[in-house]
């Protein structure tokens, strides 16, 4: 019952105007004025932001921010995957011989996350993990490791919530959100998925980097709002490292995965 009431609510809310209020609301220049009491909410490190407060045109403006170049280090072993995102690790494991993965105890498809049985199978038997931000998080992504992006494409058209909320009760928003999705060649042609997956009713992604080489560390993209970072791994590609705990934060840069 309580998942299909949220379910009724959020149809309710997730629309073309409440979308164009929020970004409406978050872009304003009065919105700057919350930037201060923002940050001391979500217990934000304004230490590290790249910009004096004072310089932000708006809350968006401020979500959206930059860090200084010594605030994220990224681990400069060739053999080690580096986090694309500063965020809390809310699942990963083993995708199944029937291309599935288990996240809050349901199962999502890759053939509906990817829109492609033959993609999806490029993934079976291998391993995934889901990066879940929060509003207090930094939200440029990053890539992973030196890769060469050979496809780029987008799915889905609403954003529903992947917070806690969404994901226990929500329609499998994993699979079912606006989602742009970076397949990318590295290490002697292993292949990476890197989904970038909307929320909170705004599908904004903005890339920053359009070439189709990527560099270990260097900026790719932004999320406009709280969103998920999902990877998609082949059989027999990494091993993830002890770090990697459910529930638990990582920051951009950190080591999360072994090459194998």
């Not at 379910?7 to 304003?28: A, R």
């Not at 605030?71 to 995708?95: M, T, Y």
């Not at 993965?101 to 490029?122: F, H």
């Amino acid at each position: 019952m309580k998942e299909k009431i949220y379910q009724m609510l959020i149809e309710l809310t997730n629309g073309k105007n409440s979308s164009m209020l929020l970004k409406k609301m978050t872009t304003s220049p009065i919105s700057k004025k919350f930037i201060r009491s923002y940050s001391k909410v979500y217990d934000i490190n304004i230490d590290e932001v790249s910009r004096n407060l004072n310089s932000f045109t708006s809350l968006h403006d401020f979500f959206t921010r930059t860090l200084k170049d010594e605030a994220r280090p990224v681990i400069q072993h060739a053999h080690v995957l580096a986090s694309p995102v500063d965020a809390k690790i809310e699942a990963f494991g083993n995708i199944s011989i029937d291309t599935e993965i288990i996240v809050k105890n349901k199962p999502y498809s890759l053939v509906d996350l990817l829109g492609s049985k033959e993609r999806a199978q490029q993934y079976q038997n291998g391993q995934f993990i889901v990066f879940y931000l929060s509003p207090a998080d930094y939200h440029r992504i990053h890539s992973p490791i030196d890769g060469e992006v050979v496809r780029q494409y987008i799915l889905g058209q609403k954003s529903y919530p992947v917070n806690q909320l969404g994901l226990t009760y929500g329609k499998k928003p994993i699979s079912l959100n606006y989602r742009m999705i970076n397949e990318v060649l590295y290490a002697s042609q292993r292949q990476l998925a890197l989904i970038k997956v909307g929320a909170t009713f705004v599908n904004s992604i903005e890339l920053t980097n359009r070439t189709r080489n990527w560099k270990k560390g260097e900026e790719v993209g932004y999320f406009s709002f709280g969103s998920t970072v999902v990877m998609l791994f082949e059989e027999n590609a990494v091993e993830f490292t002890e770090n990697v705990v459910q529930g638990c934060a990582i920051r951009m840069g950190e080591a999360f995965a072994n090459m194998l």
